[in-house]
C-alpha cells in the first residue's frame, strides 16, 4: 500500500504561481510511476503529468507544457508540480496518484494509489 497527501493548493490570480507537492508513504521502493490528474466541476478527471519513479523521465499534457513542470526528490518521496502562467482553466481539484504496475500510462484506471486531492483556483 501507498499512501499520499498533497499540499500546496490554494487561490491564486491569473498569471501567477503555485507548487504542489504530494508526499509518498508506505511501499514506495517498487513504485513505477507518479501523476498529477485534475478534476474541474462537471468535468472529468484530466492527466497533467507523470514521472517515472525510477528514472525521473516526465510527461505533460499539451494543455500544461511551457506552464508546468513536474519533478521528484526521492529522498523525501516527494512529487512536485510546478505551475506557472496559471489561467481560470486551471482551476480544478488536483489529484495525486501512484502505481506498481510497470507499463502503465495516463488514464486513471491505470493508478491504484490516490490522494484526497487540493483545491486550486485561478482567478481572473
Known amino acids: 500500500q501507498v499512501q499520499l497527501v498533497e499540499s500546496g493548493g490554494g487561490l491564486v490570480q491569473a498569471g501567477g504561481s503555485l507548487r504542489l507537492s504530494c508526499a509518498a508513504s508506505g511501499r514506495t521502493f517498487s513504485m513505477y510511476a507518479m501523476v498529477w490528474f485534475r478534476q474541474a466541476p462537471g468535468k472529468e478527471r484530466e492527466f497533467v503529468g507523470a514521472i517515472r519513479w525510477s528514472y525521473g523521465t516526465t510527461s505533460l499534457a499539451d494543455s500544461v507544457k511551457g506552464r508546468f513542470t513536474i519533478s521528484r526528490d526521492s529522498a523525501k518521496n516527494t512529487v512536485y508540480l510546478q505551475m506557472n502562467s496559471l489561467k481560470p482553466e486551471d482551476t480544478a481539484v488536483y489529484y495525486c496518484?501512484?502505481?506498481?504496475?510497470?507499463?502503465?500510462?495516463?488514464?486513471?484506471?491505470?493508478?491504484?494509489?490516490w490522494g484526497q486531492g487540493t483545491q486550486v483556483t485561478v482567478s481572473s
Open positions: 496518484a501512484a502505481t506498481h504496475r510497470g507499463g502503465s500510462g495516463y488514464q486513471a484506471y491505470d493508478y491504484d494509489y
